[in-house]
């Protein structure tokens, strides 16, 4: 296989990108390269070529394949993943499963992602479930979250221990603020107190690398398509065997008997092997997908340039706009992704949501550009993704961008 050189505006070519676009949020959609959408059409043919064939026999081998070369990625075991469409698929599939006993707490951070909240609002309401939110006001140290946690829970054992912390939800990767959180240490301090573990790793698998063995969270989710280069639709579930009998799909199909005593692994694989009818392609794709990553030097050298990336063009943003961009001083927030406060004081009083909604159109239709624009903290911020298409150049122009329409906004 040949070994791509150079990354930046070299790269564009391999993707469906149009000309002159300057896409600074990968991290929302991620993008497929061209060379996957050969095994992607592959695939969708050849289920129209013979349905039954395909759809009840010969599908599933291949399916297998595809999981065992993500499972080397993410070091676990085979049997332990489940293909989904989605993180928030994912998400629902484990709080939906009927574990929690009615009264249980579920321990949250009000930097969830917006799905995810909502999700854990509909079970508190749906199952009698009690949220215990942590509020979050970054710049924060590492150190500085795992201590506000452990307060949290013996604070929560103290008003009354005979009500559990069942289970706590967590990213590995924030969508915004856009920044790593601490999960590996999270998941080892909510085990000392019996607590589940479910991580939202949405933007992880492909940002940063993962060993799910040694980590050991009780639930994990990720995206491929986000960070992985796998065509839209392509995610996991990650459930170690010993809480396999836990969790069921969020569509329930001809497997679920309620009794997994027998044998749970094989259950747990049937229950989502077949979530109906549905396009199984872009799970099929995963191999090509690792295989455009590996053409590209691998894992480390993508990881490195996308973080070196986002770390530089955040500070040329930040400079240009006259402020800084939200890290720490140990430098442990940011990743592929960085956040960039704007300048915007918002004198005519526009709502939240029309702020986002003006920043976002303006950069779509006036300038070819996107990025993500967000409160967190009662301050305004810009988050900007990097990718191995993307160089400093990228940056810079954005840079002059967001403050001809941060003036607009100003002004209007």
């Known amino acids: 296989m040949t070994k791509i050189k150079s990354f930046g505006r ?7 990108l149009e000309d002159n676009y300057v896409p600074l949020n990968h991290g929302s959609f991620g993008v497929c390269p061209k ?24 599908v599933f081998p291949d399916l297998i394949k595809n999981r065992a070369r993500l499972a080397e990625l993410v070091q676990c075991d085979p049997r332990e993943l489940a293909f989904v469409v989605n993180a ?40 009698k479930s009690t949220l215990v939110t942590i509020d979050l006001r970054y710049p924060m140290l590492d150190q500085e979250i795992l201590d506000l946690t452990r307060q949290t829970i013996e604070r929560e054992l103290a008003k009354d221990p005979d009500v559990p912390i069942r289970l706590a939800v967590f990213d590995a990767i924030s969508s915004v603020p856009a920044v790593r959180f601490p999960f590996e240490a999270m998941v080892q301090l909510v085990r000392e107190y019996n607590i589940l573990s479910l991580v939202d790793g949405a933007h ?4 940063i690398p993962l060993n799910l063995n040694e980590i050991a969270p009780d639930f994990f989710v990720s995206n491929i398509h986000k960070w992985g280069f796998a065509p839209r639709g392509c995610a996991f579930l990650y459930v170690p065997k010993r809480n396999q009998a836990l969790v069921h799909p969020t569509v329930i199909n001809y497997a679920y008997d ?21 396009d199984f392609s872009t799970y099929l794709c995963i191999i090509a997908a690792l295989d455009f990553r590996a053409s590209l030097g691998g894992e480390e050298r993508i990881q490195k340039y996308c973080n070196d990336l986002a770390r530089q063009g955040g500070e040329l943003v930040a400079k240009t706009l006259g402020t800084e961009v939200l890290e720490n001083c140990d430098k442990t927030l940011t990743v592929a992704m960085t956040n960039v406060r704007l300048p915007f004081e918002n004198k005519q009083q526009l709502s939240d949501g029309e702020v986002i909604k003006r920043i976002i159109d303006k950069c779509i239709y006036k ?13 305004w911020y810009v988050r900007l993704s990097a990718q191995v298409y993307l160089d400093l150049d990228d940056f810079e122009y954005f840079a002059k961008v967001i403050k001809h329409v941060l003036k607009d906004l100003e002004n209007k």
Do not use: M
Request: charged share 25%; proline share 6%.
């Open 10 to 16: 070299a790269l564009r070519p391999l993707f469906y």
């Open 35 to 58: 060379s996957i959408h050969p095994t992607l059409r592959h695939y969708q043919e050849e289920s129209e070529k013979h349905p039954d064939r395909f759809l009840k026999r010969e």
């Open 88 to 127: 928030s698929y994912g998400i629902n599939s484990v709080l939906r499963s009927g574990f929690l006993n009615p009264g249980d707490k579920i321990l949250c951070f009000n930097t969830a992602y917006n799905a995810v909240e909502r999700t854990l609002v509909f079970v508190e309401d749906a199952h």
């Open 204 to 207: 992880a698998v492909g940002q």
């Open 258 to 278: 309620g009794d997994r005593a027998l044998d749970t692994t094989q259950k747990f694989e049937e229950e989502f092997a077949w979530p109906g009818t549905v």
């Open 367 to 379: 300038h070819n550009t996107v990025c993500s624009p967000y409160k967190h903290n009662d301050t």
